[in-house]
């Protein structure tokens, strides 16, 4: 096979063993329908009465010229190539035949010589649109992009008309950070070609960069609607999908590319990660698997595979995705540092994670991600005076920026003086969180302020139980006039606290008369003594695989003479039925409307034991005798190595070990069950009674009167 260099040779050798002139034939004639054959797109013809010309003229300069372009349209760039050298060497001041050959150099990669053949075409003919356009391809390539732009730009302003020029302008000026610019380019496209599917789809992608994902999602449709077996914008119309959270429709829209095209990497690696965002981890890992197979150095398919791969806790095999993913890719290099990071905290390497997740944050490589890792793991260590300054990263954090209350009024941590002044104090994460730091309220009103508080309608009956002068608000309605805001778990920040100055004095809510009512008739008189079980959290959490156990699981704990009570109003697949086959175990799911119902039920049982979930925060806030059931790797505010909470004094801790086995540590907690009396359960209270070192005065919290 000749190589690109040897066709000029190849073709010289041609022009020796010409056939004589004496069978030279009408060259024009033959030319006219040679070019009429290659405008109806018959290749085979026309380069057939080409070839036929350069028989008998082998230096015919427009025959060359015309069979190089042919050739290169058929993607035999290297002898096309070779044509046009032959046709510019009998015949060199043809603008045409340069931009030609140019086109040809670019499909070979030689950009630099590509522009140099557009500069002497542009020299003959200086409002050759396609020179420009061309040349802008060129230049876009070597990523020299506001070059391309004013070659685009010079392409329309001297073809209004140029569709190609306007749609590469586009292009580029998405590739600028320039969206809205782009935008009008793409339209003023589509304007001059609706029919071109590409144009569809690259406006669906520019919307998807402007946050417009219902419009992007017209794009993609109508760019699918014009070219069925267009597996790209099947690909993208998956990712809009997947960030309207509709991850069943992204995943048919991935499959459907697959089908199209299965060695469309992007399909396979983001139906991966669809699939992972919904924990199918094996199915996930099987599709970053094959789009490795697929492109073996692309380092996010690699990163994408260790995420897989921590999930299903095969942790050395994901650290070395993560190895791999940096070494392929310099910009990959900080992400795998902050992976890594997080992979050697789960298996328990603290020090190793600390120095994984710092070697993330080096200069030009920081992550809002790598810091608020750091953060957590500061916190789980119980380093405050750092964890807390580093938590408030969490707010660049990928999965929790869409929640950044973007307030005019300035955010307050401390550092101004609060007498006077009116604070908005609000909730930011799940249940969980904002019972646990609204503890903060009565010290911020101690402090001078006139205090709202924002909570989601679910908590806001059991906020209103605080003793603190502060008005309460509910997710959704307007917002009064506010000096200063505050997110509630930027407040231990605020208050510079340590482990030692934790607000712990409990019980800081308490049960609406009328609900603990309610409640102590529904359970009826007691008989025996009352345990309360929560097995499973918020399905949606993040970590929830880990911090949940299946109900299966705490059955050994029915042994115990007691009556147990379900303290939750959601069930996973399979406990509805347990729970029918259970009599000691009572379900009260249709009776738990809202936090209140729960801390009533709460308040008349005797103790719970649960996993780490909201309901676990409701009862240390009641001072109930608590017992959780925490994960190999539990959340920051557990700590290590501890069975008691300094910021629940009535809660016990129960740990997985190392084999992350929930049947441990159910053995141990019935184990400790039986260890206490039958009756009384003056064992189960509280160790201490932990007091504020703030001393604040008794105040009431009022709803907000939505007249006012």
């Not at 998956?238 to 509709?246: I, K």
Request: glycine share 6%.
């Amino acid at each position: 096979m000749l190589r690109t260099g040897d066709h000029a040779v190849a073709y010289a050798v041609m022009i020796a063993n010409h056939e004589s002139m004496a069978q030279r034939r009408d060259a024009p004639a033959t030319l006219a329908a040679a070019m009429s054959a290659h405008q109806r797109g018959q290749l085979h013809e026309a380069e057939a009465a080409y070839r036929d010309i350069l028989r008998s003229e082998p230096r015919h300069a427009d025959a060359l010229s015309l069979l190089g372009m042919l050739l290169c349209q058929r993607g035999e760039h290297g002898e096309g190539v070779a044509m046009l050298d032959a046709s510019l060497a009998s015949e060199p001041l043809q603008p045409a035949a340069l931009v030609n050959h140019g086109n040809g150099l670019q499909a070979l990669g030689r950009h630099e010589e590509a522009i140099a053949d557009y500069d002497r075409a542009l020299a003959l003919d200086p409002r050759s649109a396609e020179a420009h356009n061309n040349r802008g391809n060129a230049l876009q390539r070597l990523q020299r992009f506001e070059e391309a732009l004013a070659a685009y730009e010079r392409a329309v302003a001297i073809r209004p008309g140029y569709f190609s020029a306007h749609n590469n302008r586009c292009t580029v000026l998405q590739m600028l950070g320039r969206h809205d610019e782009a935008l009008a380019a793409i339209d003023t496209a589509i304007r001059l070609n609706a029919a071109f599917a590409d144009a569809h789809n690259r406006r669906g992608t520019i919307l998807q960069d402007l946050g417009r994902e219902e419009e992007a999602l017209a794009g993609f449709e109508e760019a699918i609607r014009l070219s069925p077996e267009y597996a790209e914008a099947h690909v993208n119309r998956g990712n809009a999908l997947r960030a309207l959270q509709r991850p069943d429709d992204a995943t048919a829209c991935y499959t459907q590319a697959i089908a199209i095209d299965p060695a469309c990497f992007k399909a396979h690696n983001n139906l991966g990660v669809v699939l992972q965002e919904q924990r199918r981890y094996e199915e996930a890992l099987a599709s970053f698997e094959r789009a490795i197979a697929l492109m073996p150095n692309h380092p996010d398919a690699h990163f994408n595979r260790g995420n897989a791969l921590r999930e299903l806790r095969r942790y050395e095999e994901a650290l070395a995705c993560f190895e791999r993913a940096g070494d392929l890719d310099a910009r990959a290099d900080a992400p795998a540092h902050y992976e890594r990071g997080v992979v050697r905290g789960e298996i328990g390497c603290r020090d190793e994670a600390l120095a994984s997740v710092r070697d993330a944050l080096e200069p030009g490589t920081a992550r809002a991600e790598a810091n608020w890792n750091l953060a957590l793991l500061k916190l789980l260590l119980g380093n405050y005076e750092e964890g807390w300054r580093l938590h408030e990263w969490r707010w660049q954090a990928t999965h929790l920026r869409a929640r950044t209350r973007n307030f005019e009024q300035p955010l307050w941590l401390g550092d101004t003086p609060l007498q006077g002044r009116t604070v908005l104090l609000h909730a930011e994460q799940g249940f969980g969180d904002t019972l646990q730091f609204v503890r903060y309220v009565p010290w911020v009103v101690a402090l001078g302020a006139s205090v709202y508080v924002e909570v989601p309608q679910a908590l806001a009956d059991i906020v209103l139980s605080m003793d603190a002068e502060a008005t309460l608000l509910t997710h959704g309605e307007p917002l009064p006039d506010f000096d200063l805001h505050c997110p509630l778990m930027s407040l231990p920040l605020a208050f510079r606290t340590t482990l030692a100055t934790i607000p712990a004095r409990t019980p800081y809510l308490s049960t609406p008369d009328d609900r603990r009512a309610a409640w102590r008739e529904r359970l009826g008189e007691r008989r025996r003594l009352r345990i309360g079980l929560a097995w499973s959290g918020n399905p949606r959490h993040r970590n929830d695989r880990n911090r949940s156990i299946a109900l299966q699981e705490l059955l050994p704990l029915l042994a115990i003479d007691a009556d147990f009570h379900a303290v939750q109003n959601e069930l996973r697949d399979g406990d509805k039925s347990i729970l029918e086959a259970e009599a000691r175990l009572q379900w009260h799911g249709a009776h738990l409307s809202d936090f209140a119902d729960t801390a009533a039920l709460l308040t008349e049982l005797d103790m719970l034991i649960t996993v780490d979930t909201a309901v676990a925060h409701l009862a240390g806030a009641l001072g109930k005798p608590l017992w959780i059931l925490l994960p190999h790797t539990p959340d920051f505010r557990w700590l290590l190595q501890r069975d008691d909470s300094p910021w629940y004094p009535s809660a016990r801790l129960f740990r997985q070990g190392a084999d992350r086995h929930w049947r441990p540590v159910v053995q141990r907690v019935l184990a400790t069950l039986r260890t206490l009396p039958a009756t009384g359960w003056e064992r189960l209270q509280p160790r201490s009674t932990s007091t504020s070192r703030t001393s604040v005065k008794t105040m009431t919290l009022t709803p907000l009167d939505s007249s006012e």
